[in-house]
C-alpha cells in the first residue's frame, strides 16, 4: 500500500513543526512547505532523528506571494496527485498595515488568500486521495470578528486585532464552504484553534512585542499547540466529520457567521475578483 501523504505549510517554525512530528509519527509521508530552505533542512534531521525512516519532502515557497502559493499547488498536484491530508497552518500577525509585492494587505493575503488558492489548486488531489481531510489552523480571535466584504483589504480603519481576526473568521468561512463542496468527495474540512501558544508569530519590537513575549510565560508550548490539529487530522472517529471548529479536541460553536451560507458566497465572490489576475511565478 503506497504511504499516505501530508501537506503542511509554516512546517518549518511554531508548532508547524510539531504537527509534521506527529504526522510521520503516524506514517505519514510529510511534505513540508516554509520560506527558508536552512531552517527546512534543520526541521528535516530532526525529524529523521526523532523518527527513524521518517520520509519527508521540502519545499520553499513565500505564501505572501498568491502566485508562488499558485505554483506550489500546481507542482504538488503534479507530482503528487493523490493527497490525504491538507494542513493549512502558516500565518503571520503585523503590529503595522504592510504590503505583500502583489499589493494585497499582508496579513489577509497569508492567513485566508494563500489558503484559499492552495485549497482550490489541491481540490483534484485531495479528491483523488479520498477520504482524505483538509485542517486548517485558526484562531480564537474570530470568535467575535467581523467580515468587512467591502473593505476586505482594510484600506481603511485596519488595526492589527481587526485585520488578524477577520483573516482567521474568512478562513474558517473558506474552510466551511469548501467541506460543503467536497463533502460528496470524501473530503472532510475542519478549522482547528490550537490556543494561545507561545511562538515566534508575533516579530515586533517595542511594547507589542513585550506584551507578546510575557504572555508566552503562561502559554501553551508548541509541542501542547500542535495536540488539537494532529487530532482533526487523524483521529479516527472523525470520519466523515466535516464543517466544524475545534478547541481542546471537541467540536465548538464557532462565530455565527461563520455559518452563514450566503454571507459565505458572497465573501467567495469577492475573493475571487482578488484573485482574478493571480500572475503564475515559479514557488
Known sequence: MDQKL???TGATSGIGKWISLGMVRAGYKVILVGRNRGRGEVVQAWL???VPGA???????D???LAATRALGREIARTHPRLNVLINNAGVFRARRTQTIEEHEMVLAVNYLSPFVLMRE???ALRAGAPSRIVTVGSSTSDHAKVYLQNLELSKGWNMVRAYSQSKLAVMMATFEWARRLQEGGVTANV????TVATGLIRTPGIIGLAWRLMGLFSRTEEQGAETPIYVALAPELDGITGKYFKDKKAVQPNRLALDEELASR???VTEGLLANVPMAMP
Open 267 to 269: 465573501l467567495w465572490q
Open 122 to 124: 489541491l481540490e483534484g
Open 63 to 65: 505564501l505572501s506571494s
Open 48 to 50: 529523521a532523528q526523532q
Open 6 to 8: 501530508c501537506l503542511i
Open 55 to 61: 520520509v519527508t519532502e521540502l519545499m520553499i515557497a
Open 192 to 195: 482547528v484553534h490550537p490556543g
